[in-house]
């Protein structure tokens, strides 16, 4: 199972950009998915996720900001963030559960929101 994520890069506060991690070797479809992130100096967080049947939950630092979403004939799952904000600054990490129990992490894509 490889999850690979992309999106990335540098934004001014306030601009938007969109994560992309598409899995290979597992059904996404079938799986629940994760997006994480770690500050400098911080510990990782949970930023949103979204089950098998496409419940959605979010941090409250993200709420009304960031969108979770999944294209399954894409094997792919997308974090949009909008207003983003220097805090949001931190690498992002994507991460599946799939039906047995199992866990994969994907390497990271940063995110850099300057001010």
């Known amino acids: 199972v490889q999850l690979q994520a992309s999106g990335g890069g540098l934004v001014q506060a306030g601009g938007s950009l969109r994560l992309s991690c598409t899995g290979s070797g597992t059904a996404i479809s079938r799986n629940d998915m994760y997006w994480y992130r770690q500050g400098p100096g911080k510990e990782r967080e949970l930023v949103a996720d979204i089950n098998r049947i496409g419940v959605k939950n979010y941090a409250d630092s993200v709420k009304g900001r960031f969108t979770i979403s999944r294209d399954n004939a894409k094997k792919t799952v997308y974090l949009q963030m909008n207003g983003l904000k220097p805090e949001d600054t931190a690498m992002y990490y994507c991460?599946?559960?799939?039906?047995?129990?199992?866990?994969?992490w994907g390497r990271g894509t940063q995110v850099t929101v300057s001010s």
């Open positions: 991460k599946t559960r799939t039906v047995d129990y199992s866990i994969y």
